[in-house]
Nanobody, 125 residues
Framework: VQLQASGGGSVQAGGSLRLSCAAS????????VAWFRQAPGMEREFVAAIGRSGGTTEYADSVTGRFTISRDNTGNTVSLQMNSLNVGDTGVYFC???????????????????WGLGTQVTVSS
């Protein structure tokens, strides 16, 4: 199974980007999926997560109201729509999957078993 994050890029403050996370060889529809980000010299931090059914979502306070996490109709892709980006959103964004079939969404790194390669997001002022 490979987890692929895509959609990163460089934008000016106030702009938008849409990140996508897809798993090859396995559907994401039955698993909790999260986005984390890591800025240079900083620890990896939680951004957003979506529960197995898609009905539960959680966001970091810093992105609430600006970012939206969602699943596509097939459940194979989890997206992160990022609006009103600011310089503080710069970093490498990772998607992660909790394969445990837990019904509880967590914001902790340790709650996710599988991580994809990240995608760089750079926001300039």
């Amino acid at each position: 199974v490979q987890l692929q994050a895509s959609g990163g890029g460089s934008v000016q403050a106030g702009g938008s980007l849409r990140l996508s996370c897809a798993a090859s060889g396995r559907s994401l529809s039955n698993y909790n999926v999260a986005w984390f980000r890591q800025a240079p010299g900083m620890e990896r931090e939680f951004v957003a997560a979506i529960g197995r059914s898609g009905g539960t979502t959680e966001y970091a306070d810093s992105v609430t109201g600006r970012f939206t996490i969602s699943r596509d109709n097939t459940g194979n892709t989890v997206s992160l729509q990022m609006n009103s980006l600011n310089v503080g959103d710069t970093g490498v964004y990772f998607c992660a999957v909790d394969w445990s079939l837990s019904r509880t969404v967590t914001q902790f790194v340790s709650g996710y078993d599988y991580w994809g390669l990240g995608t760089q997001v750079t926001v300039s002022s």
